[in-house]
């Protein structure tokens, strides 16, 4: 009788300790609870952060940029204070200039105010050694950050992250986040004054001026792995000199290829559409390229009033010029002019018809690679491919399908 009312009263007992046991585990703060991702609104900056995070950019400015609003965002996730981001020095472009040289830092630090605390020089006893880096290729959400990124911050203090090693993007890092993205697309240029006095003195005098990014250069070209085989012999020797082991495509696969757009429209078809959609020969139009396009007679021919960054700027000012100054220079003239056109869907593309669309400029146009190719394979020329061309691009504008010149369809009445 009394081992039966003894082995209850334990069974009592193991359970109520076994409860305060586990009621205790789980109030314990976690060292990651400081991150809940719950919250429909950003919660207070911490006094204290977990340590230090550099972004370090590869690629072009446009690249950089967004590559930089990933460490940002992980920067936020985190808890990091952001250190002013390494851009590459690359040889190729021409390229030596940092993040100062091309963003305004002060502008930019007043901007993350609140939301990610930024520096521009390290305490003494850490900007003597480089950052340990870390690998962000693998990571597939937010808690993939707190739960490999984080330890490591913990221990080195110092990171350094790499966002373009990675072929997945982590925009949504922002989201996650909760930061702003219009303090980050809004970031201003540190170009200098009197080029931007320069430029907005071309722009002011034509109410319909035309910023067209045209890409053909010769990476472009090999890049692609489309054939050209009516440029002239100097261009088809610049681009075997870049193409490496990028060989083109040939017979079937190569039709199949251009007819999906992937191949770069030449200067003289970018002019052939231009005439297409009606847009009168002597608009003035500022060319936003790279250094070395190919075939630009295609288009000077036929387009007399083209203005490039050497030829608004004195010689001095275009040679102290390095490749990111002279990409914000064409960014800027690009959000700021009255029509934008763009014969590729690249980096800065995107970022120009965002910023565009938030400022509400709507002349913003991205020709159809794809309609030209398919046209062009059905044997229409002339005047009966120009009259396919409008209707393709009249159909993308009416159906919402990116952004088109409204001027060039009024008689459809849209």
């Not at 200039?97 to 007043?110: K, N, R």
């Not at 261009?235 to 992937?262: C, F, Q």
């Not at 003239?333 to 934008?340: A, E, T």
Request: glycine content about 6%.
């Amino acid at each position: 009788m009394t081992a039966f009312t003894v082995k209850p009263l334990f069974s009592v007992v193991v359970l109520t300790l076994t409860l305060v046991v586990a009621t205790l585990f789980i109030s314990r703060p976690s060292p990651l609870s400081q991150f809940s991702l719950s919250s429909a609104t950003p919660s207070a900056l911490q006094a204290e952060s977990n340590g230090y995070i550099r972004v370090d950019c590869y690629g072009g400015l446009n690249q950089m940029k967004r590559d930089f609003c990933d460490g940002v965002g992980i920067a936020r996730l985190l808890n990091i204070t952001l250190v002013l981001p390494r851009f590459e020095v690359a040889a190729y472009w021409n390229e030596s200039s940092g993040f100062a040289d091309v963003f305004e830092v002060d502008y930019f630090i007043q901007q993350m105010n609140g939301y990610v605390k930024v520096v521009k020089d390290l305490p003494p006893e850490i900007a003597s050694r480089e950052p340990f880096r870390v690998d962000t290729s693998k990571r597939k959400g937010q808690f993939d950050y707190i739960e490999s990124v984080l330890p490591s911050l913990f221990e080195h203090h110092y990171i350094s992250i790499t966002p373009a090693m990675s072929q997945r993007r982590d925009s949504g890092i922002l989201c996650m986040s909760k930061l702003p993205f219009v303090k980050l697309v809004t970031m201003r240029y540190a170009l200098q004054k009197h080029w931007r006095r320069k430029v907005l003195n071309f722009c002011r005098p034509y109410q319909n001026h035309l910023s067209l990014h045209l890409r053909f250069e010769p990476d472009m070209v090999a890049y692609s792995q489309c054939q050209f085989p009516s440029l002239s012999p100097a261009s088809l020797e610049s681009v075997d000199a870049v193409r490496g082991d990028r060989k083109p495509w040939t017979g079937e696969m190569a039709t199949i290829w251009r007819k999906r757009g992937k191949c770069p429209l030449t200067p003289s078809e970018t002019t052939f559409i231009l005439q297409s959609l009606s847009i009168p020969t002597d608009t003035n139009i500022y060319l936003a390229a790279g250094v070395g396009l190919m075939e630009i007679e295609g288009l000077t021919s036929v387009y007399t009033n083209v203005f490039t960054k050497s030829s608004l700027l004195s010689g001095e000012d275009f040679t102290n010029m390095h490749g990111n100054t002279k990409a914000a220079l064409d960014y800027y003239v690009s959000i700021n002019s009255d029509s934008y056109m763009a014969t590729y869907f690249g980096n800065m593309d995107k970022m120009v018809a965002a910023m565009r669309a938030f400022n509400g400029m709507s002349k913003t146009l991205f020709v159809s690679r794809r309609a030209f190719a398919e046209f062009s394979s059905q044997g229409l020329k002339g005047r009966e491919l120009m009259e396919a061309l409008w209707k393709a691009h009249s159909d993308d504008f009416t159906m919402g399908r990116g952004y088109a010149l409204p001027d060039c369809f009024c008689e459809f009445k849209l």
